[in-house]
């Protein structure tokens, strides 16, 4: 958790400055396909997550 802390001393000018460079580097294209892909591998953590919690509750 204490590696995420820098994440609050950003302000709006940095966020796009950021979002200008992911916009260089990837392309317009790219960027959906980008977030799809982040989106599907946190909803698999999750559901991992899940599953290891519903295994811990039946153990007990």
């Known amino acids: ?13 940095e966020i796009i400055i950021i979002a200008f460079v992911v916009l260089l580097l990837f392309g317009g294209r790219k960027i959906p396909e980008l977030m799809k892909g982040i989106g599907k591998g946190i909803k698999n953590f999750k559901e ?13």
């Open 1 to 13: 958790m204490n590696t995420l802390l820098f994440l609050q001393n950003l302000g709006a000018t």
């Open 48 to 60: 991992g997550v899940k599953g290891i919690e519903d295994d811990i509750k039946t153990d007990n």
